[in-house]
Structure formats: structure tokens, C-alpha cells
């Protein structure tokens, strides 16, 4: 994910969160000194010892108890992501009960993933022997979180963490902090001792504090390439889980459900005024219907509001800053300048950047490689399946994928042959549902999200044998 300069003011003391629209005060936080890790790695290594001993019915209470607080309180943590994160009322909506369902299944999870009996005696020579593994703790484990989804994404990390026994070392964006301490001030509400999260809110020195740490056994970080590199070279000998942005293709074949193909893939380029890591930032379309399609993409496009993230009809809100807007600008003014065509948008207001539609840009463009993360978007017509298939796995890394066509065998010919870490059939690439294996492709591939599977990243078998003989 792109980063984004910070809009905070530091002190010594505290850091102070503000309104990506109009630049308000949200609130204020405790800044964490790098120079404090040693009192933050003696907080967690008790946190660790106090999860470790939760039986796992304490730790499914627990998850189940912060998800009801949650779904009590949903207008508050609905308007605290809209405020300090930018997106409209409707998708913090949308997010909040995401991460009711997220803590939800961390409960499962920790009740029904304890380990499997090993079938010793399937072995010649091990037929008095018997056994089983189990799933335990890692101990302590740095999470690293980003600014877009500042709650779910966090609950994504807390909530497998805490199914499996460990304490967590939270590092949330410092333009939104305030979602994750709320969701922390739940989870304690609802019985969690209050060392087995600590929440350390600073900048890059802490960042590199909190991962070089030996006691830390697994570091979990959401965001951008540079970062992630970084992050490997300081970690040392440590599981890294590592989700580190897309550039989703969609392919729109001409037998597909027209309407259907133009408003999930409208909605999959803007949401979040586009700062999501599986948006639909690629869409190619059959030349049979392309200039259909690119018309009333252009239509639905142009509908849109952006504005007021609070007001109940606003469609796109404000990018994270006005840094990140101006940013967006000059990309697209550089693609403009290579021989893109502008179609609808481009339009700056401070931080906000309206939906913007191209077509014709060079595959030599940042654009067309990179990660935009703003609501750009880029159309561009194929002849042949394969042509598309090409041109949907040229980048070096991606998350999702998304296809529409009507025709069974195509969609799984496709499905099998496009490099990434999911492919959506009849659906825009941002469709993401917090069951599922969710990462990255090719470069960016390093471990999984998703509750059962961050769960397993964060907990490692033990096995106990029994010789009868």
C-alpha cells in the first residue's frame, strides 16, 4: 500500500490525529519513544505468559465479548474511521461489521484449531506409538498496521493472535490510531488481561525498534513494498507474515453480464476513494464491447459524489491527505503526458481527488505497473483471452484478480492461468470475505491473512508421542 505523508503533529508527548477532509482534530495520543522498548518487551513477555495461560474457551469468550461490544457501539467506531480515516459514513459502516465477523471467527478459531492426532502407526516400526500435535502460542508477535482499514485490518491481527495464545506489540498508522485503540479498549472490556496488548504509537525508529527485537518471534505488516523490505533486512531470524499491496486486473469478456460488469467494477476502482490494496485499478475489456463499456463505466463514474465523508450520500471521501492527493495529480499528469487519454475526473479539491478515468496509457507508466492506491482507474480494450491474461500478470506482484464472463470453462482456464493470490469470477477484485486466504502473488507473497490462516502463521505444532512398547 502506498504510503502516505503524515498528516500528525509530534511532540515528545503525544501525537495528534487529524481530519483528512478539513484537517480538524480528531484526538490526541500518547507518542511512543523507540528508546522504550525495553519497558514495552517486559509488558508483552507477561502479556505472553498471562494469553498463554487462557484456556481456549476464555480466549473464544473474550473474542466473541469484544465483537458484541463492537456491534453495540457500532455508530461510534463507524464515525471515529470516518473521521480520523477519511472514508464515507457508509463504508466505515461496512467495515465496523466486518470486524464484528472478524473477531467472530477468531473466537471459532481458537475453539476448533487445537491440533490433529498423527497417525503413528501408518509408519512400519512405529506401531506401539501414538500421538497427536498441538497448536501452540509463538509468544510475542509486532503487528504493523496501515491506515486504510485502521479497524478491521487491526482485528485481523489481534484476533488470530489472540485465539492462539500470544501477546501482541500493536503498531497502528499514526493518522489512525484512535480505531485501534478502541478495538483494544474492547477487547480489555471484555476480559482481556491488559498486557497481553500493548499499544506503541510512533514513527520509524520505534517501527524498526519493535521488529528488531529478538524476543519477537513473528512480525505481521500491512503496507507498502519499501517498508517490507526494510522490515526483512532489520527483523533477523523471525516468521514474517507480510501483505504488501496489489495492482488488480479485471478482465471483462464480451459474453459477461454487462450491467453487472460495469457497476462492480465502478464500485471495485472507488471505493475508499480507491485506497485499497485489491481495488480494480486495471480493467480490460473484449474489444467487442469495448467502447459500450468504456461509456457506461464513464456514466456510472460520473454519477459519483465526492465530498463530506459524514454525509449519508457521499460516495468517495477524501484520500488519507492533501500530500497524497497532489501525489495522485502528478502521477496522472505524467501519465497524461506519455499518451494517456483522460476520460472523466482528475479533479483536485485539497485532499480530495475525484474518480478519474484513462485510457491508453503506456504499459511503461508507473501507473499501469505500480500500486496507485487513489481513485484511478484504467481502461484498455483486448482481442484475445490470452492478450488479457498477458497483460493482467505483468506487474511483479498481485493480490486479486477479478473475471466476468458467463462461460464456466473460461472462468477456470483463466482462474488457473492469472498470477495472483485470488481471482474473483463475475466479481470485482476487491470481493474479500474474512474467511478466506487473503495475500499476495509472486513478489509479493509472504504468508497469509485471513482468520484461519494468520491464526496457523501465528501458532506453531508441537507434537507429543507415546511409546506403549
Aim: net charge negative.
Amino acid at each position: 500500500m502506498t504510503a502516505a505523508k503524515l498528516q500528525v503533529t509530534t511532540s515528545l508527548a503525544s501525537i495528534t490525529v487529524q481530519s483528512p477532509f478539513d484537517g480538524s482534530v480528531v484526538g490526541t495520543v500518547e507518542a511512543t519513544d523507540a528508546s522504550e522498548i525495553d519497558a514495552l518487551l517486559a509488558r508483552a513477555r507477561r502479556g505472553a505468559e498471562l494469553s498463554r495461560g487462557l484456556a481456549r474457551h476464555q480466549r473464544a469468550s473474550i473474542l466473541e465479548g469484544a465483537a458484541q461490544i463492537v456491534e453495540v457501539s457500532r455508530d461510534r467506531f463507524s464515525e471515529t474511521i470516518v473521521c480520523e480515516a477519511g472514508k464515507t459514513i457508509v463504508q466505515a459502516r461496512k467495515e465496523v461489521l466486518r470486524c464484528v465477523n472478524t473477531l467472530k471467527l477468531s473466537a471459532e478459531e481458537a475453539k476448533r484449531n487445537a491440533g490433529e492426532i498423527v497417525p503413528f502407526d501408518a509408519y512400519a516400526g512405529s506401531e506401539q506409538r501414538q500421538g497427536w500435535f498441538s497448536r501452540e502460542p509463538l509468544g510475542i508477535i509486532t503487528a504493523i498496521t496501515p491506515y486504510n482499514d485502521p479497524l478491521n485490518l487491526v482485528a485481523h491481527k489481534l484476533g488470530p493472535a489472540i485465539a492462539g495464545g500470544n501477546a501482541v506489540l500493536l503498531k497502528p498508522s499514526e493518522l489512525t490510531p484512535l480505531s485501534a485503540i478502541n478495538l483494544v479498549d474492547a477487547l480489555r472490556e471484555a476480559g482481556l488481561p491488559d498486557e497481553v496488548i500493548t499499544v506503541a504509537v510512533g514513527g520509524t525508529d520505534l517501527g524498526r525498534a519493535l521488529v528488531a527485537a529478538r524476543e519477537v518471534r513473528m512480525v505481521s505488516f500491512t503496507g507498502g513494498f519499501a517498508t517490507g523490505e526494510a522490515i526483512s533486512r532489520t527483523a533477523g531470524l523471525k516468521k514474517l507474515a507480510m501483505e504488501l499491496g496489489g495492482n488488480a486486473p479485471v478482465i471483462v469478456m464480451g459474453d459477461c453480464d454487462f450491467d453487472r460488469a460495469v457497476e462492480a467494477c465502478v464500485s471495485g476502482a472507488f471505493w475508499a476513494a480507491g485506497q485499497n490494496c485489491i481495488g480494480a485499478q486495471r480493467v480490460l475489456v473484449q474489444a467487442e464491447i469495448y467502447d459500450r463499456f468504456r461509456d457506461a463505466f464513464i456514466t456510472a463514474t460520473e454519477k459519483l459524489k465526492a465530498g463530506d465523508p459524514l454525509r449519508e450520500d457521499t460516495d468517495v471521501g477524501p484520500m488519507i491527505s492533501k500530500q497524497a492527493a497532489e501525489r495522485t495529480e502528478a502521477a496522472v499528469n505524467d501519465a497524461i503526458a506519455a499518451g494517456a487519454k483522460l476520460l472523466c475526473g482528475h479533479k483536485r479539491e485539497g485532499s480530495l481527488y475525484h474518480p478519474t478515468v484513462l485510457e491508453g496509457t503506456p504499459t511503461t507508466c508507473r501507473l499501469w505497473h505500480e500500486e496507485v492506491f487513489a481513485p484511478v482507474v484504467m481502461l484498455a480494450p483486448f482481442e484475445t483471452l490470452d492478450e488479457a491474461i498477458e497483460l493482467a500478470n505483468e506487474p511483479e506482484y498481485s493480490l486479486h484478480a477479478g473475471i466476468f464472463t458467463n462461460n464456466l470453462s473460461v472462468a477456470l482456464g483463466a482462474a488457473s492461468r492469472i498470477e495472483a493470490g485470488g481471482v474473483m469470477v463475475n466479481d470485482s477484485s476487491d470481493y474479500r470475505f474474512d474467511a478466506m486466504p487473503f495475500g499476495g502473488s509472486k513478489y509479493g507473497s509472504m504468508g497469509r491473512e485471513g482468520v484461519r490462516f494468520a491464526y496457523e502463521e501465528m501458532t506453531q505444532p508441537k507434537v507429543v508421542c507415546i511409546n506403549r512398547g
